[in-house]
């Protein structure tokens, strides 16, 4: 259930004129009183005698009692509350009672005799509108400071109360709604959704991997964006606003938005942050610490989707096991990667992609301060898959691409554990939904490489099948008949040979693929391990043939050795120590 408190408005009549309207797609079928302040209010809905003006002069009565001087210019408060889509249609008697219970833990009419005159109209089955008069009939100011959380406060217990959908509380990070305003002039200019959250995601994309300011609004500039600068009169820039070309108000002027408004972390300063040298790097310049290698440059999108998987795994480990700033500050690179991913991603895994980007944003704040240099690793993964620009769907491209996915999955799915723990209920959520929307793209990205691989897996001769199958039952006895039923089985069975003939130990790699993560949440346990298998050994995505195995006394000159885009893996490593 969901309350909203309306910007406070002078015009109480205008207000009531739109509650029993028609709506603006005539969606409001019988608008009428389901209670008022003394349950005896006139409702110009289902009595046809009664005019809206004489509600607006009942509702009004308290503003005569003060000098045309002392009356608030702004006295009319109105707040919404809305049912889930998933909740059963409650009766009038339960919204009338629901509104008793929000005027009253808002402090509009808290019971002592003499608060706000106030009236509830339902006009649809899913939600009620609340308009109240801010002068009590004593003609005192009501004390309604911070309605807003009250009302969530109260709506949580009558959630539980009347068993209807619980809302997982907020706690003040997530970015701010769509008006309804918003949402209706989307609907009427066919937008796939509100101007405030398509900049939201352009603006994230924008972000995403960018090193310098310079270089974060020419990504805007790229995206189609209009941009209006705050700048001191030093000529320091303080803060932007954006806004879409097409999207005008009444005078046809563009409808700026601040970064700020868009969401918390999108505001300039808070952007400035993730530009902010590392300590480690800090120390290093000054001669203190020794420098990390630098990684190689990327290649192309498959090396980019590779080393981004490797990061991944490496920030997994560090939600697992490091402190609170660090995982918060892997978290919230993560949204970055996700973000570029989807903007490069391929049309076929775009939908899913481009979702789960756009819900992971919420799991990507909370008041656990994250600690920005840690998260170095993850947002030059970002920025190596916008520099490296969109993906093929097919060939090692798809196949890198079903890899980081599917390590991206996982990392959803550790992000809603450690929220989960710290109680942050909203970016549990999110990052459950984000999980969700992973694993449906990971099956679109899935099925070519896992079919050739299978393919390949199914043309070995019986005697390799009956030893990866013997090396199964030794190394994951529990899982080894579940994982042998699955589909990807022949894919993880070649992949096995592949990690031998290419000099590794089979049973090594798997034992490790299996130990370091869990596998409960994995619809494939096989499809999970092909993937660890091929990212921890170095071997292509997806071989070019099923027939170009390297023969066993040349191990190294086949294409299951490390290939030219692959990256060393010393190189790696010293990528995984930052």
Known sequence: MIPRIHQQGSNTLGLLHYLYGKGTHEDHIDPHLV??????????????????????????????????????????????VRAAPD?????????????????????????????????????ADDHIHIIATLVREDGRRPDHHRSGKRAQAECRLIEKELGLHQVAPGDGTAAKRATSAERHKAERQGRERPAREELRETVRRAVAGATSEEEFFDRLVSAG????????????????????PDDRNGKKEPVFYAGSTLAPDLSLPR?????????????????????????????????????????TWQALLIIDHGDDGAAAAQIAAAGEVLDALAKTSAAHTRAELREAAFVFERASRSHVKAVRGRDRALRQAARDLVRSGPALG????????????????????????????????????????????????????????????????????PRVR??????????????AERIRAEAGWPALAATLDDARRAGHDPAALLTDAARRRELDSAASISDVLVWRL?????LPALPASPHDTPARGNRRQG????????????????GRRR
């Open 534 to 538: 091929r990212r921890s050994a170095h």
């Open 559 to 574: 294409p299951s050795a490390p290939t030219r885009q692959s990256p060393p893996s010393a190189v790696i490593d010293a």
């Open 394 to 461: 097919r060939g090692e491209d798809g196949a890198t691409t079903a890899m980081l996915i599917d390590m991206a999955f996982f990392f959803a799915i550790a992000a809603a554990n450690w929220h989960a723990k710290k109680h942050h209920s909203q970016q549990a959520q999110a990052a459950r939904q984000a999980a969700e929307h992973l694993r449906a793209a990971y099956q679109a990205a899935a099925g070519e490489p896992m079919a050739a691989l299978g393919q390949r897996g199914r043309r070995t001769a």
């Open 225 to 244: 964006l209009l941009i209006r600068k705050r700048v001191a009169p030093s000529g320091d820039l303080l803060g932007y606003k954006v806004a879409l």
């Open 271 to 311: 952007i400035r942050e993730r530009w902010t040298l590392p300590a480690e790097a800090a120390a290093s310049a000054d001669g203190s610490r020794p420098e990390q290698p630098a990684l190689p440059d990327v290649t192309g999108p498959a090396f980019a989707r590779r080393r981004a998987a490797a990061a």
């Open 35 to 80: 209670a008022s302040f003394d349950g005896m209010a006139p409702d110009p809905g289902r009595d046809p005698s009664v005019t809206k003006r004489d509600l607006q002069h009942l509702l009004d009565q308290p503003l005569s009692l003060l000098d045309l001087d002392q009356r608030p210019d702004k006295h009319v408060w109105h707040c919404s």
């Open 466 to 479: 009956q030893r990866q199958a013997g090396l199964l039952h030794q190394v994951l006895p529990e899982l």
């Open 87 to 123: 909740d059963p249609i409650l009766s009038d008697e339960q919204w009338g009672d629901i509104a008793r219970r929000m005027v009253a833990a808002t402090g509009i009419d808290p019971g002592d005799g003499a608060g706000c005159r106030w009236a509830a109209v339902r006009h």
